[in-house]
C-alpha cells in the first residue's frame, strides 16, 4: 500500500515523539494560527500513538479561556486583546503541564472551562503513567512562558488567507462571511502576526509543518535524530 505525505508525516511525528526519553509524560505542542488544521492534527496523531500503545492525554488550550467577559478588556477585535487576555496561561501550567512535567505528581486536570457553557469546570484529577503522551493543541503555545514545559514542538503554518477560507465554511452556520473575516482580518490574522515577530515560534520550533494542502503537507525539522 502507497503511503501518503499525511501518512507519511503521522509517522514522522510518532518516530520524534518515541526518541524523547524522559522520566516523565512526554508534552507535546501543536501550535499555529486559527484553522490552520492544528486539531486533526492533534487528534490524528493521537490515534497514531494510542496505535503504538501509548497513553495519551488530549487537551486544548480552547479549554483554558478566560470567561468571556474577562478576555475583551481591550476590545472584541483587538490583536493585543487576542495575545495577552484570552487563555488562563497560569491554570494551563498549575493543573496540567507542571503536574506532567519534570518534579511532577502526575495528577492532573485536562480543562478548567468549557467554551460552550461560557463557565468554569473542575473535571476530576486524574494520575498519569509516567509513559504517557499529552498532545495540546492550540494557539500562542510556544509563546516565552510556555516555550520551555514542553517535549516536543510542532508549528502548522498555513497562508493566512487560507485560514479565513476554512473559518468561513468553519462557521457558515452560525456567523456570516463579512462577520468572520472582520474577526479575522482585524483579531486573529494581526494577533499571530504579533506573535511570529515577539516570540519566533517557527524558530522554536522542533518540526515546522507547512498544512496549506492537508493532504500533502510540507514538512522541516529541526535539531531532532
Sequence with gaps: MVRGA????????????????VDHPTRVAVDGPPAAGKTTLADELAVVLRDQGRDVIRATIDDF???RA???PRGEYSAEGCYHDTHDR?????????PLGPGGDRRFQPAVYDHRADAAVSPPFTTAPADAVLVVDGVFLLRPELVDRWELRVFVSTAPEK???????????????ADVE??????YIPSQE???ATARPTRR????????????????????P
Excluded at 497560569?90 to 507542571?98: K, P
Design 182 to 187: 472582520r474577526r479575522w482580518r482585524e483579531r
Design 65 to 67: 479561556l478566560f470567561p
Design 6 to 21: 499525511r501518512e507519511e508525516l503521522l509517522d514522522r511525528l510518532a518516530e520524534a515523539v518515541g526518541s524523547v526519553t
Design 205 to 224: 520550533a522542533d518540526i515546522v509543518v507547512h498544512n496549506d494542502e492537508p493532504q500533502h503537507p510540507v514538512w522541516s525539522v529541526r535539531g531532532l
Design 163 to 177: 485560514t479565513v477560507d476554512r473559518a468561513v465554511l468553519r462557521a457558515h452556520r452560525v456567523s456570516t462571511r
Design 90 to 98: 497560569e491554570a494551563l501550567t498549575r493543573v496540567l503541564l507542571d
Design 194 to 196: 504579533l506573535y511570529l
Design 70 to 72: 474577562q478576555r475583551y
